[in-house]
């Protein structure tokens, strides 16, 4: 599979997919709420955008199947070095029906879902093969569900674990594809199963790893 491209998760070779995906849901949404005073840097906002989801895109190509993760955190946090002088294996990490991660592939779909929005005047048929994307992982993030920490373990954990569970992404996700597609089926999935997947617990925090303040936010507007 070609996994080319996405960001390396800070000083080191890993390419960790869950933060990736929310730091491209962040940035779209930025875009969405501020682009109109970027000026000049709204362009290279995009960009960076497009340089995410293109790599996504390839992540997701694979139906039943999304590689969330490239390199070793283990050895490479042993090495540290240019991305140009890598001479070590690249190990590909993914999940499916039976290694779930719900978290993971729902926060991918919220990422495709936004960005989605941020092309859809300037290239249109990007933007619908983004929502289209989103809705397929969407679909399997809902259907095998499980934190992507119990299927990944130690090449996740501690450094990106799932620690809040995946039911904040799923209310997230589905909270993108209402904003994305206007079908009331996602408002509906929220209004179905918002209490048992979180939608009330009272939280004081939005990051990476929990997000049900942000979908409250998104709901709300």
Not at 49 to 61: F, V
Not at 83 to 100: G, L, N, V, W
Request: hydrophobic content about 40%; proline content about 4%; overall charge negative.
């Amino acid at each position: 599979v070609d996994l080319v491209g996405g960001y390396y998760d800070a000083g080191d070779n890993v390419k960790f997919g869950f933060p990736m995906a929310f730091t491209t849901t962040m940035l779209s949404w930025s875009v969405l709420e501020f682009g109109g005073f970027m000026g000049a840097e709204l362009s290279n906002a995009k960009t960076a955008i497009r340089w995410a989801t293109d790599y996504l895109l390839k992540a997701t190509s694979h139906p039943g199947t999304i590689y969330v993760q490239v390199g070793d955190p283990n050895n490479d946090h042993k090495c540290w070095e240019r991305p140009e002088d890598m001479d070590t294996a690249r190990t590909a990490y993914k999940i499916d029906s039976q290694h779930p991660g719900s978290d993971v592939a729902a926060e991918t779909a919220a990422a495709l879902s936004a960005a989605s929005l941020v092309f859809r005047k300037s290239d249109p048929s990007y933007s619908k093969r983004l929502v289209h994307a989103a809705m397929m992982v969407f679909d399997f993030a809902d259907k095998h569900r499980g934190p992507y920490s119990n299927s990944l373990k130690s090449a996740v954990c501690p450094f990106y674990c799932s620690y809040s569970g995946y039911q904040d992404e799923l209310l997230w996700g589905a909270a993108w594809l209402h904003k994305a597609t206007r079908n009331p089926k996602y408002l509906g999935y929220i209004q179905t199963n918002g209490l048992s997947l979180g939608a009330d617990e009272l939280d004081n925090t939005f990051g990476w790893d929990n997000k049900h303040v942000g979908a409250r936010v998104l709901l709300s507007k």
